[in-house]
């Protein structure tokens, strides 16, 4: 299998696995740079993650061009990914999400941060991005390069960003790593929120992870650890785990 058909089954996989696990719905996306031409990037057309087929994906510039578009519509908010690829040469994958358990997180002054050692690739506190401050009231999306370097920029070399009334982005080094934190973003935003609801609120009286201690497990988000999680969740989603591109 070459590394192109390994990338295009693997986005195939994510998009079903994210909705299966209730990180996405009828909207969302996930991306991975090109395999071959580190330049562009493969994003599916518009279409609910649950319907994705390998047909559906296709190539971009980081602008935002289309390749060989074939009459297949675009996800407006394909200049998240574009932009965040164009600043992030480390980045292999990135999804967009309107994980429900976030949305609380980005409206609010509630930090998110990592208090269960498997939501540690969240990073040390997760920043938010807010469209209105520099570019006034819009329609929340990220319909433009201008917003998805703003966007990019804010993410800055994290894992993570929450945006307000929106929803969040998740960056990764490859597929199976930014669905892997993009699935315990979500889990570590409804812990949190109960780990508020019994200290009535109070941010102090819950213990967080050390920054110390998110970084020693960070380091152990191995290939191995992904791949176990990505096995379970590619069988519940009804797709089977493939090897690695020869």
């Not at 006034?136 to 070399?157: E, K, Q």
């Not at 780990?195 to 020693?216: W, Y």
């Given at each position: 299998?070459?590394k192109?058909?390994?990338?295009?089954?693997?986005?195939v996989?994510?998009?079903?696995?994210?909705?299966?696990?209730?990180?996405?719905?009828?909207?969302?996306?996930?991306?991975?740079?090109?395999?071959?031409?580190?330049?562009?990037?493969?994003?599916?057309?518009?279409?609910?993650?649950?319907r994705?087929?390998?047909?559906?994906?296709?190539?971009?510039?980081?602008?935002?061009?289309?390749?060989?578009?074939?009459?297949?519509?675009?996800?407006?908010?394909?200049?998240?990914?574009?932009?965040?690829?164009?600043?992030?040469?480390?980045?292999h994958?990135?999804?967009?999400?309107?994980?429900?358990?976030?949305?609380?997180?980005?409206?609010?002054?509630?930090?998110?941060?990592?208090?269960?050692?498997?939501?540690?690739?969240?990073?040390h506190?997760?920043?938010?991005?807010?469209?209105?401050?520099?570019?006034?009231?819009?329609?929340?999306?990220?319909?433009?390069?201008d917003?998805?370097r703003?966007?990019?920029?804010?993410?800055?070399?994290?894992?993570?960003?929450?945006?307000?009334?929106?929803?969040?982005t998740?960056?990764?080094?490859?597929?199976?790593?930014?669905?892997?934190?993009?699935?315990?973003?979500?889990?570590?935003?409804?812990?949190q929120?109960?780990?508020?609801?019994?200290?009535?609120?109070?941010?102090?009286?819950?213990?967080?992870?050390?920054?110390?201690?998110?970084?020693?497990?960070?380091?152990?988000?191995?290939p191995?650890?992904?791949?176990?999680?990505?096995?379970?969740?590619?069988?519940?989603?009804?797709?089977?785990m493939?090897?690695?591109?020869?």
């Amino acid at each position: 299998m070459s590394k192109l058909d390994f990338i295009l089954e693997e986005l195939v996989t994510a998009n079903r696995i994210l909705a299966n696990e209730g990180i996405v719905d009828s909207f969302g996306h996930v991306s991975a740079r090109h395999p071959d031409d580190p330049q562009h990037f493969l994003l599916s057309r518009a279409r609910a993650p649950e319907r994705i087929e390998r047909d559906d994906i296709v190539e971009y510039t980081f602008d935002g061009t289309a390749i060989d578009e074939r009459g297949r519509a675009p996800y407006l908010e394909r200049f998240i990914h574009g932009a965040i690829y164009e600043a992030r040469p480390d980045v292999h994958a990135v999804v967009h999400n309107h994980s429900p358990s976030t949305i609380p997180f980005g409206v609010t002054t509630k930090k998110l941060k990592p208090l269960l050692h498997m939501c540690a690739s969240m990073g040390h506190e997760v920043p938010v991005w807010d469209s209105h401050d520099k570019f006034g009231d819009t329609a929340l999306l990220v319909s433009d390069m201008d917003m998805g370097r703003d966007l990019a920029h804010l993410i800055g070399p994290r894992p993570t960003a929450l945006m307000r009334g929106h929803g969040a982005t998740v960056v990764g080094r490859s597929v199976r790593h930014a669905v892997f934190v993009s699935v315990y973003l979500e889990l570590g935003a409804k812990l949190q929120m109960q780990a508020m609801a019994m200290s009535l609120g109070e941010m102090g009286e819950i213990k967080f992870l050390t920054p110390g201690e998110v970084d020693k497990i960070i380091g152990r988000v191995t290939p191995y650890t992904l791949n176990r999680a990505w096995e379970n969740w590619a069988r519940r989603a009804g797709r089977e785990m493939q090897p690695e591109a020869g």
